[in-house]
């Protein structure tokens, strides 16, 4: 089955860097389109990037400029590198997968990893 694994969270100062990975296993890769999301407490899961299968990206307003969405067909990993951190910023994110997806809603996607907690310190 389709299995994400993400990693690379962590605890980090504001105006520091951090880089998400996301190890896909199960699917066609190629053929998906893959995507980040991140979801603090009490607030709904927000759209953070994606990338598409000819890594064609888009990216959340709060995200263009810093944060970085980018794709290893061969090795089966989705990235986000994340610059220039803010508080703000602090929540889990969560890597998504779709067959031939660009969306930007949490409800297109059926395949989720389980979250990587990102903490951005004042």
């Known amino acids: 089955q389709v299995q994400l694994v993400e990693s690379g969270g962590g605890l980090v100062q504001a105006g520091g860097s951090l880089r998400l990975s996301c190890a896909a296993s199960g699917l066609t890769f190629l053929n998906y389109g893959m995507a980040w999301f991140r979801q603090a407490p009490g607030k709904e899961r927000e759209f953070v990037a994606t990338?598409?299968?000819?890594?064609?990206?888009f990216y959340a307003d709060s995200a263009k400029g810093r944060f970085t969405i980018s794709r290893d067909n061969a090795k089966n990993t989705v990235y986000l590198q994340m610059n220039s951190l803010k508080p703000e910023d602090s929540a889990v994110y969560y890597c998504?997968?779709?067959?031939?997806?660009?969306?930007?809603?949490?409800?297109?996607?059926?395949?989720w990893g389980q979250g990587t907690q990102v903490t951005v310190s004042s």
């Open positions: 990338i598409s299968r000819s890594a064609i990206t």
């Open positions: 998504a997968a779709e067959p031939w997806s660009v969306a930007r809603t949490p409800d297109q996607y059926n395949y």
